[in-house]
């Protein structure tokens, strides 16, 4: 059965890439989040996942540092965050590529931004685009490419610029269900390979198991965290099993009865 732990509890083994301390975020007169804190273990992936406006890609908005919260903080391998920095990067639910430029220098954007050379930046990128399936698509353009490859266009961007936060809003949201699969099952590889943490928003109950190491589960408008959900092993049983696994539907019947009466 999964482990319930409350915020801000330490994982055993495991130290922490990222902490938000009680943030608070107000629009105008409307409070988003109340006296949020949260801690993201180095090297896992964590899905915040809540009721649709609780608040999910504000927090992690902040924690990018594109939104400043109106309290609290946020600290990134220690470092308080007062803006955006080379060490988090953005996957887009929306894909945001070049329309005009190439996969290779929609991948190796973010390096040539900082200045990287021309020929080491298209070998890091290249072995990004080989990573994630788009091997031979290096000359192709957006308008040539799937929603699927788009969208592994923007996720190896992410990758190349080698950030330790890879910051994931509803990734897969814009795919077919049997492309988002298949992707599910390569952001585990990435996520055993790359040693990178990972924050990943999802409105998808079965898909935050799927992927997650760690589930925080968000309470609507003020959100505040309710609980955090850790599955405990039937990842090691390999992807074609997961989703049969005992413990995988366990979650995913526990989480939907949390949030169920928050649903409209």
């Given at each position: ?7 801000l ?6 130290d ?13 007169y ?28 504000t927090?992690l ?61 298209e ?11 788009l ?11 799937s ?33 988002r ?30 992927v997650s ?35 995988y ?16």
């Open positions: 059965m999964s482990q319930i732990k409350p915020a509890v330490a994982v055993p083994g495991s922490i890439a990222v902490s938000t301390r009680n943030i608070t975020k107000f629009y105008g409307v409070e988003a989040l109340r006296d949020l804190s949260l801690e993201f273990p180095r090297g896992q992936l964590t899905s915040l996942l809540g009721p649709s406006g609780c608040g999910k890609t927090l908005k902040i924690i990018g540092g594109l939104l400043e919260p109106t309290s609290g903080e946020v600290e990134v391998n220690g470092q308080t965050v007062t803006g955006p920095g080379p060490d988090r990067a953005f996957v887009f639910q929306d894909f945001a590529l070049l329309p005009w430029a190439s996969v290779m220098r929609n991948v190796a954007f973010g390096l040539e931004m900082r200045g990287v050379g021309r020929s080491e930046r070998d890091i990128a290249a072995r990004y685009i080989k990573e994630v399936g091997a031979g698509f290096e000359k192709a353009y957006p308008h040539q490419l929603g699927g490859m788009r969208q592994r266009v923007g996720l190896a961007r992410a990758l190349s610029v080698d950030a330790q936060v890879l910051l994931m809003d509803e990734p897969f949201s814009a795919v077919d269900e049997q492309t699969r298949k992707f599910q099952e390569d952001l585990l590889s990435l996520v055993q390979n790359e040693n990178k943490t990972f924050i990943f928003v999802t409105h998808s109950i079965e898909e935050a198991v799927y190491d760690q589930i925080a589960i968000l309470l609507p408008r003020p959100s505040r965290v309710s609980e955090i959900i850790r599955p405990s092993n039937f990842r090691e049983k390999g992807v074609d099993n997961i989703r049969r696994d005992p413990e539907l366990d979650i995913v019947d526990q989480i939907w009865s949390s949030l169920r009466s928050y649903v409209e």
